[in-house]
Nanobody, 123 residues
Framework: VQLEESGGGSVQAGVSLRLSCVAS????????MGWFRQAPGQEREGVAA????????RYADSVKGRFAISRDNAKNTLYLQLNSLTPEDTAMYYC?????????????????WGQGTQVTVSS
């Protein structure tokens, strides 16, 4: 499975961005997919996760009510809508796939990773 993220950028606080992650290859292996982020000097943090049918969604407390994860299985694409961005949201955002159990906000649950897309929010 190959994952390619896009949609990051440098924005002012309060605006919105939408990240996309396109999966290719053995897409039947993607299972639960998620978004993670990592700021310099910090550990990778689980942001949101979404099962193929949507019965499972998870959000980190830090983004609940501001971020929304969605998935278009026909396009093999995972999205993350980022609203009301703050400088604390500045990080490299990674797409992950292949989780079949465990904690869906834990990096160890995922088998496949993209290269990341940078989000920088200035005040």
């Amino acid at each position: 499975v190959q994952l390619e993220e896009s949609g990051g950028g440098s924005v002012q606080a309060g605006v919105s961005l939408r990240l996309s992650c396109v999966a290719s290859g053995d897409t039947h292996l993607t299972k639960v997919m998620g978004w993670f982020r990592q700021a310099p000097g910090q550990e990778r943090e689980g942001v949101a996760a979404h099962s193929p049918g949507g019965s499972i969604t998870r959000y980190a407390d830090s983004v609940k009510g501001r971020f929304a994860i969605s998935r278009d299985n026909a396009k093999n694409t995972l999205y993350l809508q980022l609203n009301s961005l703050t400088p604390e949201d500045t990080a490299m955002y990674y797409c992950a796939a292949g989780a079949a159990g465990g904690s869906y906000l834990a990096a160890r649950s995922y088998a496949y990773w993209g290269q990341g897309t940078q989000v920088t929010v200035s005040s």
